[in-house]
């Protein structure tokens, strides 16, 4: 039923369908990069697109929005 | 009572302001919306001597490029001497830009094909050739005329400087001839002189007055892209064909790739001009050029999200020169307006030149070039 | 781009798109319906692959999948502008992913129904960029959408009755939810306004809820500041008086907190065609439209959140209207005349939605909460102190406000801390200014360049 990605490394459980902010979420994994000033945590906020806090790196893409990307088996993740 | 008014708070109005404020007189600036609203608010910052052809323009440049330096010391405002990148697709028109440097006589260095990427590593292969301009600068344009408002009056003015906004400009007043000030939506606003910097709506402000000044409307629209951690472009950066469009006189689109890193991570992409009147509307072609052209100066662009576009409106003279000095048709009228696309890198030369007309000094420059009645004068 | 445009296009797959979508579809038309998500629903019918039972749902699923088959229903796109070509058509342009990358997708049509719905409006407060702090809406969207629970120690603060349902579904879902802290009334839910709206069993319910789970409900209260290293730890929760200024405070531990205080009617599609707009009763910008849905440009129609915060039963309803007129005005013979019993429903729902505005607004007194290094602007990371300094520097409005300290230059263009700036600047919210609605490629955005030179492209 369920299968991982991983993150830094690590694996962690989806269950299909999830979005990868909804996966790393759920592992207890809150926050995934920092803002390029202040160097402040960030992860998931608005969770339905808008506020870009949630931008994250999947298989070595550019930044994308962790709330709306479903995770895939096999996704890397990489957090800043 | 005022020595003099300035009528719009942009970057121009706001240097003229400053320098007048500096010579010792008192200065009110009214503007019907906010510091910077105008086109002030929608420009990339170019300080630029390097897409200038010789003549009175080019002066007036590098009298403001040194202007800005020192501005810049006092702080308040980005001021980046980033220096700017022409590039040359082709060994022909590497040949002109070479050509051009030699009768600009402003510091430059010729980069070869060979050199361009220790200049700019992303820079797409295949290019020609370049010049390289060391003084070439960006200024954040609207913080630099908020703070010329509010530190230059304070900090290093013997007049005072009074910032009326909101305030909309109805009538120019007039008495035996001679300007006594302006009506405005809040009452009268007395003054020795007058100063137009209106912008583009300069023309406007001069109607008001009874003379005609034929400013009007050339369209530009800016890409900014998302902002990136390591910076990819050092330079303004942009081609020769920029430097053509600018002289144009066409009424359509024109395009040419302009690209620059900023403080804040973003890269700010232009540049179009189009004679379309006041329409905002975007037109997605012209960003898509813009785009198409910005990914073939810079590939590693593809992959990088614009986030936002803005547009402008650059107040253009059919002669693409300002008019800055004393209107003869009105006394106590000056004009400090019609700087095109160049408003920002020109804005303390302009603004300085006119505080000595104001202050009844003899300008450092010729100001015949500029003169407010030269379209009449060329219809007659 | 595809050969000959499309009757209808419709932005938006929840209950207003596809209402509208639907009707158009039934009777004939060649429809498409874009949609951000995997799935369509919107946010307040989002759910998982397989969904749990939710008032409203069956219904919402059911027209979905009467829609799949008779409309191009293309999910995971993401619209970034529509504009009008010279011939009077409508190219909407949008994005979507898939194996390869990124990849543009453009649509021509002859009429555009924008449902783009609403997002929520948090206002600013000390700590609200923490992990952790989510809005209510992210709270809602995790837990329908992928099933995950905010948080196992949930505070929920702000305005308005969307904060019930968000607190029993994560009651109901495990989580200890340490409080509802209502900024407005002082009523209690024994006289919430849902009742005199004739909505007595949704707020007994909600109410039923909150008591099994022993939730405390509390007006008059707001969380004022949230605490915390590297996520949330605890927070401040006020009491307040009417305008929202604080009167005592106390310490609340959790590990999560679900703000909202109302919510953004999405309209930038509609501003980007130059569609007039209107004032609801919070000051939120709203597109204006006629009794069939049409807005003040020829062939844009606009249903649910975008003209008017009303809720998803009035989504619908208006989807529906706005589908008839379409249908009418694409099939002059087939007019039919309005009916009647969507009117009324429509009216209804509408007084509803303006009276619930009415009852929860924003109280100016939030402002007194915030210190000068608490940020206004999460991308830019833009403090009070900078928007206080632009205000100084002669800024007269949030545009220049923005010009001046960058709140709203970052990725989410404003749609985060536009309200609050609007605030600051003393002025209601303007109609957003968005021409590229979401974040394109330049690779993608190339793609859109016409073929031909630039001179003729300007014709």
């Not at chain 2, 060994?91 to 990427?117: N, Y």
């Not at chain 3, 702090?133 to 995950?148: H, P, S, W």
């Not at chain 3, 019993?341 to 109280?363: N, S």
Request: charged fraction near 20%.
């Amino acid at each position: 039923m369920t299968f991982h990605i991983t993150v830094d490394g690590r694996p962690v459980p989806v269950v299909p369908g999830q979005s990868i902010g909804a996966a790393l979420h759920a592992a207890g994994v809150r926050s995934w990069r920092t803002t390029r000033f202040g160097g402040r945590p960030r992860g998931l906020f608005c969770g339905i697109g808008v506020c870009f806090d949630c931008l994250i790196s999947v298989n070595g893409r550019p930044p994308e929005r962790a709330c709306l990307l479903e995770a895939e088996p096999g996704d890397e993740v990489t957090t800043a | 009572m005022s020595d003099v008014i300035v009528v719009g708070a942009g970057v121009v109005g706001a240097a003229c302001a400053y320098y007048a404020a500096r010579a010792g007189l008192d200065v009110t600036v009214v503007d019907r919306g906010p510091v910077a609203g105008g086109t002030t608010g929608s420009g990339e910052g170019n300080v630029l001597v390097s897409d200038k052809e010789p003549g009175p323009e080019l002066e007036l440049a590098m009298l403001s490029n040194g202007l800005w330096r020192a501005l810049a010391e006092h702080g308040g405002f980005e001021f980046e001497p980033k220096g700017g990148l022409v590039v040359a697709e082709t060994d022909e028109i590497q040949r002109r830009l070479t050509e051009l440097a030699g009768k600009q006589g402003v510091e430059h260095a010729m980069v070869s094909g060979a050199e361009l990427r220790d200049y700019e590593p992303h820079l797409a292969e295949g290019l020609a050739g370049g010049v390289y301009y060391p003084q070439d600068a960006q200024v954040q344009p609207m913080l630099a005329a908020a703070s010329l408002l509010r530190h230059g009056a304070e900090s290093f003015g013997r007049g005072t400087l009074r910032l009326r906004l909101g305030v909309t400009v109805t009538g120019v007043l007039r008495s035996g001839g001679r300007v006594t000030g302006v009506r405005t939506s809040q009452g009268d606003v007395l003054g020795d002189a007058v100063v137009n910097a209106a912008g583009t709506w300069g023309g406007e402000i001069a109607a008001l007055a009874g003379v005609e000044l034929p400013i009007l409307p050339r369209r530009g629209f800016i890409l900014v892209t998302e902002p990136l951690r390591e910076p990819l472009i050092r330079h303004k950066v942009y081609t020769a064909a920029y430097v053509t469009n600018v002289a144009s006189d066409s009424a359509g689109l024109e395009t040419s790739a302009v690209v620059e890193g900023t403080p804040a991570g973003t890269v700010l992409i232009g540049a179009s001009r189009e004679r379309v009147g006041f329409d905002r509307t975007t037109s997605v072609p012209v960003l898509a050029r813009l785009a198409e052209q910005a990914v073939a100066l810079f590939p590693a662009l593809r992959e990088v999200r614009a986030i936002r576009s803005y547009c402008g409106f650059r107040p253009y003279c059919p002669d693409h020169l300002p008019v800055i000095g004393a209107d003869p048709r009105v006394p106590g009228l000056y004009h400090a307006c019609g700087h095109e696309g160049a408003g920002i890198g020109l804005a303390p030369a302009t603004g300085h030149l006119l505080a000595q007309l104001l202050a009844g000094e003899r300008p450092d420059l010729d100001l015949r070039p500029f003169r407010p009645d030269r379209f009449s004068e060329e219809a007659a | 781009m595809t050969g000959a445009p499309y009757d209808l296009v419709v932005v938006g797959g929840g209950p207003a798109g596809v209402a509208g979508a639907l009707t158009a579809a039934l009777a004939g038309l060649r429809v498409a319906l874009l949609d951000s998500g995997a799935r369509l629903g919107g946010q307040y019918f989002r759910h998982a692959a397989v969904p749990e039972r939710e008032p409203g749902l069956d219904r919402f699923l059911l027209q979905a999948r009467l829609l799949d088959g008779r409309a191009d229903v293309l999910t995971r796109h993401q619209v970034w502008n529509v504009s009008r070509e010279p011939g009077g058509d409508l190219t909407v342009h949008a994005l979507t992913r898939d194996s390869s990358g990124e990849r543009p997708v453009t649509l021509r049509a002859r009429r555009l129904l924008i449902a783009t719905g609403a997002h929520d409006r948090p206002l600013p407060f000390p700590g609200w960029d923490l992990p952790g702090v989510l809005t209510a809406g992210g709270a809602q969207a995790l837990l329908k959408g992928g099933g995950v629970l905010a948080g196992r120690r949930v505070v929920i603060s702000g305005t308005g009755p969307f904060l019930l349902p968000v607190a029993s579904g994560l009651a109901r879902a495990g989580a200890a939810v340490l409080g509802v802290y209502e900024a407005n009334g002082g009523l209690g839910l024994a006289r919430h306004p849902l009742l005199a709206l004739g909505k007595a069993g949704e707020a007994a319910a909600y109410a039923a809820a909150l008591a099994r789970h022993r939730v405390p409900y509390r007006t008059r209260h707001a969380v004022i500041a949230a605490h915390g290293e590297r996520e949330v730890e605890a927070v401040t929760v006020a009491r307040l008086d009417p305008d929202w200024n604080v009167l005592s405070t106390r310490i609340v531990g959790c590990d999560t907190l679900a703000v909202g205080y109302g919510f953004v009617p999405q309209i930038e599609l509609g501003t980007q065609l130059g569609c007039e707009t209107r004032g609801d009763p919070d000051g939120s910008p709203v597109l204006r439209v006629d009794a069939a849905q049409r807005t003040s440009v020829p062939g844009v129609w606009a249903a649910g959140e975008p003209t008017g915060v009303a809720g998803w039963r009035q989504a619908e309803v208006e989807g529906r209207i706005a589908g008839r007129a379409i249908v009418g005005e694409a099939r002059p013979i087939a007019r039919r005349g309005p009916d009647g019993v969507l009117l009324r429903r429509r009216r209804q729902w509408r007084a509803f939605g303006e009276a619930l505005q009415r009852a929860y607004p924003v109280r100016p007194g939030w402002q007194s909460w915030l210190r000068d290094d608490t940020l206004v602007c999460r991308c830019e990371e833009v403090p009070l102190a900078r928007v206080r300094e632009a205000l100084e520097l002669g800024a007269t409005d949030a545009r220049s406000v923005k010009l001046l300290a960058r709140p709203g230059m970052g990725w989410c263009q404003g749609r985060v801390c536009g309200y609050a700036v609007s605030c600051l600047a003393g002025e209601a919210p303007r109609p957003p200014r968005r021409p590229v609605a979401q974040p394109v490629t330049l690779g993608a955005l190339a793609e859109a360049a016409p073929e031909d030179s630039p001179d003729e492209a300007a014709q």
